[in-house]
């Protein structure tokens, strides 16, 4: 088996687990390399911790989840929660950032997304496509043979168009890890995350355990759209007979800012 490595840029530390995490999960046990970088340390998104103190309990958040998940490095930018940018300086430290794992794929979020962080960490991974071949740029990290081939992620985001399933991965199958590795993500799905949908009384310690797996559950809805946005490309890649009893999947469209593939070969890519 030729192994594959997958690099993935979320703008905070949740979103490579929620948006590829079963596909991650699923390509690790079959022996592929993943890695999860967060662009920022999440010091923002809360409502009673200090920024420094919710960074320092996201980073281990993080490194739990990537456990379960079996991601081999979960890298944290040290930029703000909130106040990403696409900089030059940020530019590079992507560029430093592939150039170093020498991914077969790139990974990110769409550039039409609501929140400012995931646009710009879509702008800085995508203005990275073209210079990571360009030897003078950042000449201290050297440029690698290989061209990544770049992808986005699912959002339900439909302008100026819906994501297109080029890829469609089911995760029905592991949706026990999937859920289990979300899970350590505490300071988003018990506490942040329902504080901000109004629910400012959540909590966690009431709930018990198939009332916590179907609380977070709730943040994997999305990927019941995803599968029925894909399911012709998940038709194709697990028969029709399989393929149209998927219920979750994650989805993935290549970009055209980089290396091309013929659209099976790269539904094929994300599949263990
Ligand atoms: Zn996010």
């Known amino acids: 088996m030729e192994q594959k490595r997958f690099l993935f840029f979320g703008a905070h530390p949740d979103d490579p687990d929620i948006l590829f995490g079963g596909t991650a999960y699923q390509l690790a046990q079959a022996g592929h390399v993943i890695k999860f970088v967060s662009m920022t340390n999440g010091d923002s998104g809360h409502y009673s911790m200090k ?3 919710l960074a320092a309990a996201r980073a281990i958040e993080a490194q739990n989840s990537a456990r379960v998940l079996g991601v081999s490095e979960y890298e944290i930018f040290p930029l703000h929660d909130g106040e990403l940018e696409p900089t030059v300086e940020n530019r590079k430290r992507v560029i430093r950032c592939i ?19 995931h646009r710009a960490a879509s702008q800085l991974v995508l203005d990275s496509a073209y210079m990571i071949s360009v030897p003078l740029c950042c000449p201290e990290t050297p440029v690698f043979d290989k061209i990544p081939v770049f992808a ?66 709730k943040w994997n809805r999305r990927f019941c759209i995803a599968a029925d946005n894909g399911r012709e ?30 659209l099976d070969e790269f539904a094929r890519l994300f599949l263990p």
């Open 99 to 117: 150039r170093k794992f020498q991914p077969d794929v790139v990974i990110t979020h769409r550039t039409c997304d609501y929140h400012p962080d």
């Open 152 to 217: 986005y992620s699912f959002d339900r985001f439909v302008n100026p168009r819906p994501q297109r399933a080029d890829a469609a991965v089911e995760i029905d199958s592991v949706m026990e890890v999937k859920v289990a590795a979300m899970s350590h993500h505490r300071t988003q799905f018990y506490e942040w995350l329902p504080w901000g949908d109004g629910d400012k009384d959540f909590d966690v310690s009431k709930l018990n355990e198939e009332e916590r797996f179907n609380h977070v559950l």
């Open 233 to 262: 490309t998940l038709k194709q890649v697990y028969g029709a007979e399989k393929g149209s009893q998927v219920v979750y999947a994650e989805t993935f469209e290549q970009s055209d800012y980089s290396r091309q593939l013929p």
């Open 51 to 53: 920024p420094e103190e």
